[in-house]
């Protein structure tokens, strides 16, 4: 079973920064896609960051210039460096990866989530 682990929200004051890293553990045969999402109160889900399945990667246009988006193909983790962070930042962050168990079959997965809250 593949797990997605999560790691790094918290609480900061607006311009301040947090680190979000994710794990994917299991039996894995490879990740077509990997990223962040975030969910605001009363708001539709929606991505940050990630990597498409062509490789490249890809940022909402809210947070272009102040989030970093990366990976490490051996350790099938993927960080989101976010700094200067304002208040509609706010939100809990989930971790999603589709990955092929199977060179035949492949599957979505979510993390559990990790909030993270931006005061003014």
């Known amino acids: 079973q593949v797990q997605l682990v999560e790691s790094g929200g918290g609480s900061v004051q607006a311009g301040g920064s947090l680190r979000l890293s994710c794990a994917a553990t299991?039996?894995?045969?490879?990740?077509?896609?990997m990223g962040w999402y975030r969910q605001a109160p009363g708001q539709q889900r929606e991505l940050v960051a990630g990597?498409?399945?062509?490789?490249?990667?890809v940022y909402a246009d809210s947070v272009k210039g102040r989030f970093t988006f990366s990976r490490d193909n051996a350790k099938n983790t993927v960080n989101l460096q976010m700094n200067s962070l304002k208040p509609e930042d706010t939100g809990v962050y989930y971790c999603?990866?589709?990955?092929?168990?199977?060179?035949?079959?492949?599957?979505?997965?979510w993390g559990q989530g990790t909030q993270v809250t931006v005061s003014s």
């Open positions: 999603k990866a589709i990955v092929m168990l199977t060179t035949q079959y492949e599957y979505q997965y």
């Open positions: 299991g039996s894995i045969f490879s990740i077509v896609h």
């Open positions: 990597f498409t399945s062509r490789g490249s990667t």
